[in-house]
Structure formats: C-alpha cells, structure tokens
C-alpha cells in the first residue's frame, strides 16, 4: 500500500507488483522523524538524509539504526557461538569489521551489542547472546564498544553502537520471550548489570530498554532503573531508546493506562527515544498544554540525541560515500577474518578418535541432512545483510574433499528411509547435520521443547542401526537436549551458525587442517525441562550427588549434571595440568598453573580460573568464572600460566546493594572447563 511521500519509477514499478510502501518521507520533511531503521542501502539512506537536512525546518540529520548484530554483508558467528572462542580480541575485530561494513552503507547507528545474560535454552535470543556467565559477558561487552565505536565517532569506518537490553530481558520467566522478570536487586546487580556497567564504562553510545517488566514495572516506565540506577549510579550520559514499541506495550502490560500515559510515563522514566510506537509524536504536545510534563524533561531528551549526531560527525557530513560499501564489502581481509571467527568458535564436544578423518582409511565419506546445504542455515537470527554469493556451506566444502550428498531428512522434512538407504549404500563413514533451522532461533521464538526434532530422531535410529560411523555436526541458534548425538556417535561438533564461511572452517576441522579449541557458554541440559541450566548455580541444602541420590536436589526423570556444561570443548590433543599455586598478595592472590600438550598434535587450551566462596552471608555459587586465558602449546611443550585475582573480584552485592567483599574461605578451580575438580584453597 502507498503512503505519502514521493517514489521513484522504480519504486513504483515494484509497488504495482504488490510491495508495500511504508514511505516516511514527508514525517521526515516534516520534522516528525528523528531516526529510522529498516533501510540499509547508501543511495536511499542519502536520500532521506537528504530530505531532513535540505527540505526539513531545522535540517537536522536523521540517525539511521540498523540491527548489526554479527556481522552486515560479512556475517561472523551468532554471538552465542563467538562467545565460545574465549577471545577478547576477537569479539573486538569482529565488531571493528562489521562497524566499517554498516556505516559504509549509510548505518550510523546499530542495535547490538546485546548483552542479555541468558541462563534459559528455551529463550531463542539466547543465540543472540554471549552465553550464561557474567565475568565474560563484561568483558565482551568492553570490547564490542571498542570495536564498533573506537574513539571518534565522527570515523566514517565507527558506528555507535546500543548496549541491549536494559536489563535482564535474559531472565523472563520460563525462557518466554517477553515474559516478566521477577528477582531480587542483589542477584540483578549479581548477574545482569555488571555488562552493562562495563559497556557504559567503555562509553557505550545508547542504551536500549527491554520489553519485559522487572517485579512488576516495565523497564520502560522504570525511574528505579533508568534515572537513579543507568543515569545517576552507573553515570550514563547518553542515549536511551525504547525497545520497538516498548513504551506503547506499557498499556498491555497493565502498567499505563494509555497511549498518552505511556507517553508520559515513559519521558518521567528518562526514555530519550520513541522506536517505532509514535507515544512521543502523538502525545507529547498534547502532554505539555496539559503541563502534565515539562519542556525540559523532552529538551533533555533532545540534547542527548543531538549530542550524539554531533559526536558522529551529521552535522558535518551527513552523507556516506555510495561508492564506499561497495568497495570494502566482503573484501578478503573481511572473509578471513570471519573464517577466522568460525574456526575459533567451533567446539567439539565428543570424539571417539574417528576426528580429524583420515582419507586413507575413510575411502567413501557421506553427508546427509538439510542444515549443511543451505546457505540461510549459516547465517542465524538477525542477518538479514549477508552476501551469499561469498558464503560456503558445508556441502560445497566437503564436495571439495570428494564428500558425498544426500539431504535424507530435514529438521522439519521427515526422514527418507530409501533415500537414506540407497545413499549410505557403500559409505564407510557419515557426516550427519542435526539442530534447527536459523528461523527457530532469535526474537519471539522461544520453544518449549529443544530436543531434536522427529525427523532428526528417527535419523539417529537408522544410523546407529547401520553401524557405519557417524559423525554428528550441529547447526543451532541455542543450546539444545542431545543426548542421543552424545550417546550414538563417534563424534559431535557444535558448529552452530557460523556465518559465510561456515563450510570452509568446519571442512578444516574435520580434516584436521585446524585443531579447534572452542568452549562452551552455556549447558546443554539433558532435557528441556531442566532448563534453566547453568554452570554457577547455588549448592541448595540437599545437592544431588549423583542421578539417584535420595532427598535431594534433581528430577527423578532427569539428570544431575547436563549433557554437556559451562566450559566444555575438546582438541585434537590432550592438555594436563599441574604445580596450581597460590601466593596471597596486598590486593590479589596470584594463581600460576602449569599446563603441558601431552597429546599428539599442537593445539590452543583455552585455561580457565573458578571460585567458589564456601561460606558467606548470602550463599554463593558453586563455581564462578574469574579468569581464563588462551595458550598455543605445541606437543610435548608446557608453559606456566598466571592470573592475578584481585581480592575486589570476590564480592557480591548484599540485601542492601552493597558491594561487599568478605573475608572467608575459597577455592580456586583451575581446568579446561566448568567441571575442573584442580584446585587450591586459600583464606582470605
Ligand atoms: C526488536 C528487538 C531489538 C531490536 C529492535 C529493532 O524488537 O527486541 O533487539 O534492536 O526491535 O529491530
């Protein structure tokens, strides 16, 4: 349907086909609209800056936001699998690449990074997410705002960038999208805010609020969190948006009355920016002649907006150069980087040897499912930007490597047993895809149950009954219930979704042209009932020690520990560790370890440091990440490895929103994941 506004002769071909025009030119010419999203070319974004700036009354430039949240025509890794590569510089590179890609496009603005701490697998933006653990959440958090934003965002390669969602969006209730938060203000500050703080300490441009209500207010309509918490105690200086449509929902959520409440609600709240609900442009006048709010309440709102047109440079050059994108899109040193990205971030979770093939002894390799041959399927949520004309899916890789194809089944397309049959005929070995589909994952798509799929099921049954091995890859958004692939095959890698070049980093591992090092950040649960699961909970009076202990914490139907925890991710070789020593310091307790390849091949250890504090007057969880470090060890070689622990890292926040640091007994856990029983004590 047409809207006001001008179109061009191509515009207007298209739309005779039926597409929908949603034109806002003349708000724009009018002054109405401040900022867009959903436009990502140079020419059309040029344009409407050209509206707002040459035909508008006070020609100012439009902020255009964009969700960039793994990549734009070079899509890296979803964020959720990015995590698992331990690598702060990475997280940096990755987002300096896709901040050069967007604002080449026109981009000054992007929606990412999002920094939900995300404890539920049910949740399907727990894809989006950097797993379940706070420490690195921080320091990821840190480095995107270096990467997008740099230190001028007047950079035509910078961007600003939005820490999201503020706050605790990760916790709704039974991993339902939208769904209410309910919690203490200690374990907020405990687990979901420290992020946040890292990323406003970083000089994170924007802040976006979440849509989901905290004990009962929406976040925002919430003074609490976003005047006396975001602006007065973390010091945040600059742009607050709402969510899409966040501040009109306040009226589903019982919490404003109406559209012209929410609106006024909202500004008390400190929200700067309206997304999508038109509460402000609707109603803000309308507020003012009922001196309901004060001009400088909406001043404020404006001031910050401006601020930062100002700091990216708008006033000086609105316009991008339409020949830029072009130029830099997926050029080499981008595709690299993200092949780089994939082969860091892949994790293997099972190996019974079959891995890295050996092409002497696999003579007639197969590879079946539907997740391997898509491109879509290498992309996952919120990529909407990626060039598929670079991308290399795992069928196009393995064909390379003289692999053969049958699809045989999908996650939704039922298992073809003739095809299957005819297929598997004279292979000797399998490469099987299992998971979800990039559509599963991401916004409003949370799923009660997160096994596999039937089609998937019955795929495991024909391959275990046909006793050729089988080596299990997954393609999924979340963590996922596979104790199946656990039990039944040889070997099972997390590929998750790796972006463009997710055929060429998977071929390498499996052909053991990369020896893959990639950890967990999140449990995979036995089952989707067990969800929320997660590596750094509470001990409980009655801790289960094993899958029948009576009396104690567990489901009589489910399992003690996860199929697969925190931390986890195996290599080619084998890593030990010895000599853990602690030196209690002024500030710090110094932790050294010696780690030795005792296996056959080099490879990385991503070493990682845990505590746990025995005893304190709020209990504490049974593990808590505070360090880890990437080694390069090559085989027979060891190295001393040392985190410094500062006594401040042992601290928690007490009913009364204290940060407080008790004395007390506490183990440190030193391993290559979350289940590392090495440890040492000290008393502090
Ligand atoms: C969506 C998401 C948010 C995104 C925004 C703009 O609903 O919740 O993460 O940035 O709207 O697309």
Same mark, same amino acid.
Request: charged share 25%; with cysteine.
């Given at each position: 349907?047409?809207?006001?506004?001008?179109?061009?002769?191509?515009?207007?071909?298209?739309?005779?086909?039926?597409?929908?025009?949603?034109?806002?030119?003349?708000?724009?010419?009018?002054?109405?609209?401040?900022?867009?999203?959903?436009?990502?070319?140079?020419?059309?974004?040029?344009?409407?800056?050209?509206?707002?700036?040459?035909?508008?009354?006070?020609?100012?430039?439009?902020?255009?936001?964009?969700?960039?949240?793994?990549?734009?025509?070079?899509?890296?890794?979803?964020?959720?699998?990015?995590s698992c590569c331990f690598d702060d510089e990475l997280f940096e590179q990755?987002?300096?690449?896709?901040?050069?890609?967007?604002?080449?496009?026109?981009?000054?603005?992007?929606?990412?990074?999002?920094?939900?701490?995300?404890?539920?697998?049910?949740?399907?933006?727990?894809?989006?997410?950097?797993?379940?653990d706070t420490f690195l959440?921080q320091r990821y958090?840190e480095r995107?705002?270096?990467?997008?934003?740099?230190?001028?965002?007047?950079?035509?390669?910078?961007?600003?960038?939005?820490?999201?969602?503020?706050?605790?969006?990760?916790?709704?209730?039974?991993?339902?999208?939208?769904?209410?938060?309910?919690?203490?203000?200690?374990?907020?500050?405990?687990?979901?805010?420290?992020?946040? /703080? &890292? +990323?406003? =300490? *970083? #000089? !994170?441009?924007?802040? $976006?609020? %979440?849509?989901?209500? @905290?004990?009962?207010?929406?976040?925002?309509?919430?003074?609490?969190?976003?005047?006396?918490?975001?602006?007065?105690?973390?010091?945040?200086?600059?742009?607050?948006?709402?969510?899409?449509?966040?501040?009109?929902?306040?009226?589903?959520?019982?919490?404003?009355?109406?559209?012209?409440?929410?609106? /006024? &609600? +909202?500004? =008390? *709240? #400190? !929200?700067?920016?309206? $997304?999508? %609900?038109?509460?402000? @442009?609707?109603?803000?006048?309308?507020?003012?002649?009922?001196?309901?709010?004060?001009?400088?309440?909406?001043?404020?709102?404006?001031?910050?907006?401006?601020?930062?047109?100002?700091?990216?440079?708008?006033?000086?050059?609105?316009?991008?150069?339409?020949?830029?994108?072009?130029?830099?899109?997926? /050029?080499?040193?981008?595709?690299?980087?993200?092949?780089k990205?994939?082969l860091h971030s892949t994790v293997l979770?099972?190996n019974?040897?079959?891995?890295?093939?050996?092409?002497?002894?696999?003579?007639?390799?197969?590879?079946?499912?539907?997740?391997?041959?898509?491109?879509?399927?290498?992309?996952?949520?919120?990529?909407?930007?990626?060039?598929?004309?670079?991308?290399?899916?795992?069928?196009?890789?393995?064909?390379?490597?003289?692999?053969?194809?049958?699809?045989?089944?999908?996650?939704?397309?039922?298992?073809?047993?003739?095809?299957?049959?005819?297929?598997?005929?004279?292979?000797?070995?399998?490469?099987?895809?299992?998971?979800?589909?990039?559509?599963?994952?991401?916004?409003?798509?949370?799923?009660?149950?997160?096994?596999?799929?039937?089609?998937?099921?019955?795929?495991?049954?024909?391959?275990?009954?046909?006793?050729?091995?089988?080596?299990?890859?997954?393609?999924?958004?979340?963590?996922?219930?596979?104790?199946?692939?656990?039990?039944?095959?040889?070997?099972?890698?997390?590929?998750?979704?790796?972006?463009?070049?997710?055929?060429?980093?998977?071929?390498?591992?499996?052909?053991?042209?990369f020896n893959p090092y990639g950890k967990l950040t999140?449990?995979?649960?036995?089952?989707?009932?067990?969800?929320?699961?997660?590596y750094n909970?509470?001990?409980?009076?009655?801790?289960?020690?094993?899958?029948?202990?009576?009396?104690?914490?567990?489901?009589?139907?489910?399992?003690?520990?996860?199929?697969?925890s925190f931390g986890q991710g195996l290599s080619y070789t084998d890593f030990e560790y010895s000599n853990l020593k602690l030196e209690k310091q002024k500030n710090f307790v110094k932790v050294s370890v010696k780690v030795a390849n005792v296996g056959k091949v080099d490879g990385h250890e991503t070493v990682q440091l845990y505590i746990h504090d025995k005893?304190?007057?709020?209990?504490?969880p049974v593990r808590e990440l505070k360090g880890y470090k990437k080694v390069f060890l090559k085989r027979g070689e060891s190295k001393k490895i040392e985190f410094d622990l500062p006594y401040d890292n042992l601290g928690?926040?007490?009913?009364?929103?204290?940060?407080?640091v008790?004395?007390?007994e506490f183990e440190v856990f030193v391993g290559t994941d979350s289940l590392c029983t090495y440890k040492a004590e000290f008393t502090l």
């Amino acid at each position: 349907m047409l809207e006001s506004g001008r179109i061009t002769l191509k515009e207007y071909e298209s739309a005779q086909k039926g597409d929908i025009f949603d034109r806002n030119e003349d708000e724009i010419r009018a002054g109405r609209i401040g900022s867009m999203l959903g436009v990502a070319e140079p020419e059309k974004i040029n344009r409407l800056q050209r509206i707002a700036v040459e035909e508008s009354r006070l020609h100012i430039p439009l902020l255009i936001g964009c969700d960039v949240i793994h990549g734009f025509n070079t899509v890296f890794p979803t964020p959720l699998a990015e995590s698992c590569c331990f690598d702060d510089e990475l997280f940096e590179q990755t987002a300096t690449v896709s901040a050069k890609e967007a604002r080449a496009a026109g981009i000054n603005w992007i929606f990412a990074p999002m920094i939900d701490i995300s404890r539920d697998a049910r949740w399907g933006r727990i894809a989006e997410s950097m797993g379940q653990d706070t420490f690195l959440a921080q320091r990821y958090a840190e480095r995107k705002v270096k990467g997008y934003q740099g230190d001028d965002l007047s950079s035509k390669e910078k961007i600003a960038c939005c820490a999201k969602h503020f706050l605790a969006y990760g916790a709704c209730e039974g991993g339902k999208d939208y769904n209410s938060v309910d919690m203490s203000f200690s374990k907020l500050y405990d687990v979901y805010l420290p992020p946040f /703080k &890292n +990323a406003i =300490d *970083a #000089g !994170v441009a924007s802040v $976006m609020t %979440s849509f989901n209500d @905290i004990n009962g207010v929406p976040v925002t309509t919430n003074k609490r969190l976003l005047k006396s918490l975001l602006r007065e105690d973390l010091g945040f200086e600059g742009v607050v948006v709402s969510d899409a449509s966040a501040i009109e929902e306040t009226v589903n959520h019982g919490y404003s009355a109406n559209s012209l409440e929410a609106a /006024k &609600n +909202a500004l =008390d *709240a #400190g !929200v700067d920016v309206d $997304m999508i %609900s038109r509460s402000y @442009i609707d109603f803000l006048e309308e507020l003012l002649k009922q001196k309901r709010i004060k001009i400088e309440d909406i001043d404020n709102a404006v001031r910050n907006v401006l601020r930062l047109k100002i700091a990216l440079g708008l006033f000086d050059n609105p316009y991008c150069d339409e020949k830029e994108l072009a130029a830099i899109s997926c /050029k080499k040193e981008h595709l690299n980087l993200a092949k780089k990205s994939a082969l860091h971030s892949t994790v293997l979770l099972k190996n019974n040897g079959v891995l890295p093939i050996n092409k002497n002894k696999f003579k007639n390799i197969l590879l079946i499912g539907e997740l391997g041959a898509k491109i879509s399927e290498n992309y996952g949520c919120w990529a909407f930007y990626g060039k598929d004309e670079y991308a290399v899916t795992l069928k196009s890789a393995l064909e390379k490597e003289g692999v053969n194809y049958a699809e045989c089944y999908g996650v939704k397309k039922d298992f073809d047993e003739q095809e299957f049959k005819a297929a598997a005929a004279n292979a000797d070995l399998i490469i099987a895809t299992f998971g979800e589909n990039s559509s599963m994952s991401g916004e409003a798509h949370s799923y009660a149950d997160i096994s596999l799929s039937k089609p998937q099921k019955k795929a495991v049954r024909y391959l275990k009954n046909s006793k050729i091995p089988f080596i299990s890859v997954l393609y999924n958004g979340r963590p996922m219930c596979i104790p199946e692939l656990d039990e039944d095959s040889d070997a099972v890698i997390e590929a998750w979704q790796l972006g463009t070049k997710a055929g060429e980093a998977l071929a390498d591992i499996i052909f053991g042209r990369f020896n893959p090092y990639g950890k967990l950040t999140t449990n995979f649960p036995y089952k989707s009932g067990e969800c929320p699961s997660y590596y750094n909970h509470m001990s409980t009076g009655r801790p289960a020690s094993s899958n029948s202990a009576p009396w104690t914490s567990k489901y009589d139907d489910g399992r003690v520990k996860p199929v697969y925890s925190f931390g986890q991710g195996l290599s080619y070789t084998d890593f030990e560790y010895s000599n853990l020593k602690l030196e209690k310091q002024k500030n710090f307790v110094k932790v050294s370890v010696k780690v030795a390849n005792v296996g056959k091949v080099d490879g990385h250890e991503t070493v990682q440091l845990y505590i746990h504090d025995k005893f304190a007057s709020k209990v504490r969880p049974v593990r808590e990440l505070k360090g880890y470090k990437k080694v390069f060890l090559k085989r027979g070689e060891s190295k001393k490895i040392e985190f410094d622990l500062p006594y401040d890292n042992l601290g928690f926040y007490n009913e009364n929103l204290e940060y407080v640091v008790e004395k007390g007994e506490f183990e440190v856990f030193v391993g290559t994941d979350s289940l590392c029983t090495y440890k040492a004590e000290f008393t502090l």
